[in-house]
C-alpha cells in the first residue's frame, strides 16, 4: 500500500496544538443566510492535494509530504516507485486541471487552482488571488466527506494561506460536502452500470458490489464531524444512493484502501485485498469495485485498484470490474454548481461549512494536537 498519497497521509504533525478557529469560521467568512454583497469581487477556488509533474518531483514531492515524520528513506524510495510506474507523473494534476476547465465553462467567476503539497501551492494562488482583486473565494475541496484530511485539513490550508498573505488577504468560505448530491450520485451510478455491464453475461446478475474509501486512522474516524462517526456514516450513505440508482435491490460492501500509516495504530478495515479473499472464499464469482470515496481516478485509484486488487482477484479467480469516479462528469459538475450558487444565494449552512472549532480534532496521548 502506498505510504502517501492524493488525498492526504497519517499524522502530519503542525505546531498549533488546539483547534484552530479558521475551522469554525472558514478561514474569515462564517457563513450565513444572507447572499453575497452586490459588487464583491469573488472567484472559486479548487483545493487539491497535488502531485509530482515528472520522474524529477517525485522524491521532492514525497519528502514534502512527509516531513518531520521521520520515515526511512527506503520506504519513500518504495512508494516512489509507484509513481515512476506512471512515469513519475500523478495523474490528480490533469484531472483537477479538467475540473478547472470544466467548471470555467459553468460558472460565472474566474476559477483557481491551489494545491497542499506541490506546485501550484495555495500560499501562491492566495497571492494571486489578491494580485486579481479578488476580495472574497469560495473553496472546493477535492473531497466530498468529512474527516480531518478530507475536510478540517483544507479549512486549515486556507487558513495558512490567509496567514502568510497577511492584512488584505480575500476572506474565504469552504464549500460543503457533496457526498450525496445529486450529480455526484448520477455519475457514479452511471459508471457502476458500466461496470456491471462490462462483466461475463452470465456474472452479473450475482456480482458482488464493494465500495471502497480510503482507509483512516480509527481515532480520525470517530471524531470525523461534528457529533463524530461522519466519514463512515456519509460514505455508507452515498454508496448506498449509488447502488439504489445502479442496481436497485443489491447489497454491497464498504472496504478500505491505501493505508498508509504504521502497523501500531489502527485503522479502518477490512483492506479492500483481504475483503476479496473474504469474498472468494465464500463462493463469490465476480465482483464491481466501485471508489465512491475518491471523485478522479488519481494515483490511488490505478494503483489500488487497477493494479493490487485486479492482480488479487485474478490470483483468485474472480471476474472483476473497477467503475469510474466522477471526474468532470457533466452532472457531477452541474451539482458542484448548485452548491456554489446555493451559497451565493445566502443559502443555510450545510455540513463542512459552518464547523464548530473541534470538529475532526484529534487529541494525541501526550496532550498535544495531531494533525491526523
Request: glycine share 10%; proline share 8%; net charge negative.
Amino acid at each position: 500500500m502506498p505510504l502517501a498519497s492524493d488525498v492526504d497521509i497519517y499524522d502530519r504533525q503542525r505546531p498549533d496544538a488546539e483547534p484552530s478557529l479558521a475551522v469554525r469560521n472558514n478561514g474569515g467568512a462564517v457563513p450565513s443566510s444572507d447572499p453575497a454583497p452586490a459588487g464583491r469581487r469573488e472567484a472559486l477556488l479548487v483545493l487539491g492535494f497535488g502531485g509530482p509533474e515528472g520522474p524529477d518531483d517525485v522524491m521532492p514531492f514525497l519528502e514534502n509530504v512527509t516531513r518531520g515524520r521521520g520515515i526511512p528513506r527506503e520506504r519513500l524510495e518504495a512508494v516512489a516507485e509507484h509513481y515512476h510506474h506512471f512515469g513519475g507523473v500523478s495523474p490528480i494534476n490533469e484531472q483537477n486541471r479538467g475540473l478547472v476547465a470544466a467548471l470555467e465553462k459553468a460558472v460565472d467567476l474566474p476559477v483557481y487552482w491551489g494545491n497542499r503539497n506541490w506546485a501550484p501551492y495555495v500560499e501562491d494562488t492566495w497571492r494571486q488571488l489578491a494580485g486579481d482583486g479578488v476580495e472574497h473565494v469560495y473553496v472546493l475541496a477535492t473531497s466530498a466527506y468529512a474527516s480531518y484530511s478530507g475536510c478540517r485539513q483544507y479549512h486549515e490550508d486556507v487558513a495558512r494561506a490567509r496567514a502568510a498573505f497577511g492584512a488584505g488577504a480575500p476572506t474565504a468560505e469552504k464549500l460543503p460536502h457533496y457526498f450525496d448530491s445529486p450529480g455526484f450520485v448520477q455519475a457514479n451510478a452511471e459508471a457502476v452500470r458500466a461496470a456491471l455491464d462490462s462483466l461475463p453475461a452470465d456474472l452479473r446478475d450475482g456480482a458482488r458490489m464493494v465500495a471502497t474509501a480510503h482507509s483512516i486512522p480509527d481515532a480520525m474516524a470517530a471524531v470525523a464531524g461534528p457529533h463524530g462517526g461522519a466519514y463512515q456514516a456519509e460514505l455508507l450513505g452515498a454508496a448506498q444512493l449509488v447502488v439504489d440508482v445502479a442496481a436497485p435491490g443489491r447489497e454491497f460492501d464498504l472496504v478500505w484502501q491505501s493505508r498508509s500509516g504504521p502497523p501500531s495504530v489502527p485503522w479502518l478495515e477490512p483492506d479492500v485485498n483481504a475483503h476479496l479473499r473474504a469474498l472468494a472464499a465464500a463462493g463469490e464469482k465476480a465482483v464491481v469495485v466501485f471508489p465512491i470515496g475518491f471523485v478522479s481516478d488519481h494515483l490511488e485509484v490505478i494503483w489500488d485498484l487497477d493494479n493490487e486488487a485486479r492482480e488479487t482477484a485474478a490470483e483468485l479467480g474472480l471476474a472483476f470490474a473497477r467503475a469510474a469516479t466522477a471526474g468532470t462528469h457533466a452532472a457531477f459538475v452541474a451539482s458542484l454548481v448548485e452548491l456554489l450558487d446555493e451559497r451565493r444565494a445566502g443559502g443555510h449552512p450545510r455540513l463542512g461549512t459552518d464547523c464548530p472549532a473541534a470538529c475532526c480534532y484529534v487529541q494525541r496521548p501526550n496532550g498535544r494536537g495531531s494533525q491526523l
